[in-house]
Nanobody
């Protein structure tokens, strides 16, 4: 299983970015985690086949996860970005075990 992520970059606080990830196979559970320097990796948002979502509390109302099941893609629209949103974002997928993409850097500047 391969996960190919794109998006990310440098943005000012209050701005928006969109991340996208394509999986090589169809997987039930897809989403995004992130890791800031010196911190543990944390769940940002995930979505299952049936559309059940799970969000980190601090991103609720600002980030939106979406999936295209037919295309095996998952996207994360990030609005009203804050400094604490900076970090490496990892595409995540799960079917019996977890799979990780290569990570894409998001930097939010003041």
């Amino acid at each position: 299983v391969q996960l190919q992520a794109s998006g990310g970059g440098l943005v000012q606080a209050g701005g928006s970015l969109r991340l996208s990830c394509t999986a090589s196979v169809r997987l039930n559970h897809m989403g995004w985690y992130r890791q800031a320097p010196g911190k543990q990796r944390e769940l940002v948002a995930t979505m299952t086949f049936d559309g059940t979502t799970n969000y980190l509390d601090s991103v609720k109302g600002r980030f939106t996860i979406s999936r295209d099941i037919a295309e095996n893609t998952v996207a994360l629209q990030m609005n009203r970005l804050e400094l604490d949103d900076s970090g490496v974002y990892y595409c995540y997928a799960k079917w019996l075990r977890a799979y990780w993409g290569q990570g894409t850097l998001v930097t939010v500047s003041s």
